[in-house]
């Protein structure tokens, strides 16, 4: 699946001033992934308040952007539109693990923002230090949604804790296991009586059979 991300007017701004190629630089940072590239509606207008130093900004946001209808969405700018929309989103997905909307990296300067995107965990976030292009240090929210990510996938399904709770339920009928499903252990097999015909002597013609024998051996 393509990366879904998310660019703020500043991130744009500072790429279109030191001639960036954008998508090339992004998709280099992803490992050649495939991207898809978002906008904010209120971007846009703040855009169109700038005048001519954001008309190039502008003309690429509209040219490779998908736009984000936020005038719904509470907040008296673009980044406080963002964080909200984000929130409304991550609580949807927390309520549904199997929730099949979108899931957003952001690409911004703004530094409080990144902080406040960062406590929700689990939003890649990118910005531009000076012309190099950097991919922000997962927050300990993040690692901490990422660790409970991977317990849920080791973690046996219905079938089969189902499969499992049959299985020890056979062994605990059979004697196998404890009332608490550990294994009882295993008894030690007391040693055999010895073979009563080892013990008997040998015979004084057997013993006289085997003079013989060493006697011709040596002759």
């Not at 964080?83 to 952001?106: F, I, R």
Request: glycine share 4%.
């Amino acid at each position: 699946n393509p990366y879904n991300i998310i660019l703020d007017g500043n991130f744009i701004f500072t790429a279109i001033k030191f001639k960036i190629d954008l998508r090339n630089r992004i998709e280099t940072l992803l490992q050649g992934s495939s991207i898809n590239f978002f906008v904010l509606k209120s971007v846009l207008k703040e855009m169109e308040t700038i005048g001519v130093k954001g008309k190039q900004s502008l003309e690429f946001a509209k040219s490779f952007c998908e736009i984000i209808d936020d005038d719904k969405v509470n907040g008296n700018n673009p980044a406080e539109k963002l964080l909200k929309l984000l929130e409304n989103q991550h609580s949807l997905q927390n309520e549904s693990v199997k929730s099949k909307s979108k899931k957003y990296c952001v690409a911004t300067q703004d530094k409080e923002l990144r902080l406040q995107l960062g406590s929700l965990g689990a939003i890649p976030l990118m910005y531009w230090n000076h012309v190099i292009l950097t991919l922000e240090a997962p927050s300990t929210t993040s690692k901490e949604i990422s660790k409970q990510s991977e317990n849920v996938k080791i973690s046996p399904t219905e079938d089969e804790y189902s499969v499992i709770q049959q299985a020890t339920a056979g062994k605990k009928s059979s004697g196998l296991v404890e009332s608490d499903g550990t294994p009882k252990p295993r008894l030690k097999r007391k040693a055999s009586a010895p073979n009563p015909l080892s013990m008997l002597q040998s015979s004084s013609d057997s013993q006289k059979a085997k003079k013989m024998k060493i006697r011709k051996y040596h002759s």
